[in-house]
């Protein structure tokens, strides 16, 4: 029996109060596109004192632990941080040394599915998951 392989569509946003500060992670995962998708995960972490661009790799790295879960065959990862994407994507190099670990594992945990987009997008395509994260930093908790 074929196993079918899901298309998934993982929002990620990190955010920071303060910069470094309380920080927290926003996630969204959908199954399918665009018109026809379904919210399998919507979750907000908190994260501690971190920064902005620690919070937005927290965010991909959880996302993608929960992924593995569901054993995706696509993902397109969709973030509003320049930063982060131009990393994955190689056309910027990790210069903070506080971004090696969790880009060196967010790399490591991408080759794990079969394929996978980064996606830039403007702020306000990224609400669900930028509201997540602040509030989770605002609250200091997790939030389902």
Do not use: W
């Amino acid at each position: 029996m074929l196993k079918r392989m899901l298309t998934v569509s993982l929002y990620i946003d990190g955010a920071s109060l303060g910069n470094p500060g309380d920080a927290g992670a926003g996630v969204v995962v959908y199954e399918g596109i665009r018109e026809h998708r379904k919210l399998l995960v919507q979750r907000g972490f908190y994260l501690g004192k971190q920064t902005n661009n620690f919070a937005e790799y927290a965010a991909l790295l959880v996302g993608l632990a929960v992924l593995l879960e569901k054993n995706p065959g696509t993902v397109t990862v969709h973030s509003d941080s320049e930063l982060l994407c131009r990393q994955l994507q190689g056309a910027y190099r990790v210069k903070h040394e506080n971004l090696i670990f969790p880009y060196t594992l967010a790399k490591l945990l991408l080759a794990r599915f079969g394929e996978v987009r980064i996606q830039h997008i403007p702020r306000e395509e990224n609400k669900e998951a930028d509201a997540l994260s602040k509030k989770s930093a605002e609250l200091r908790r997790n939030i389902e």
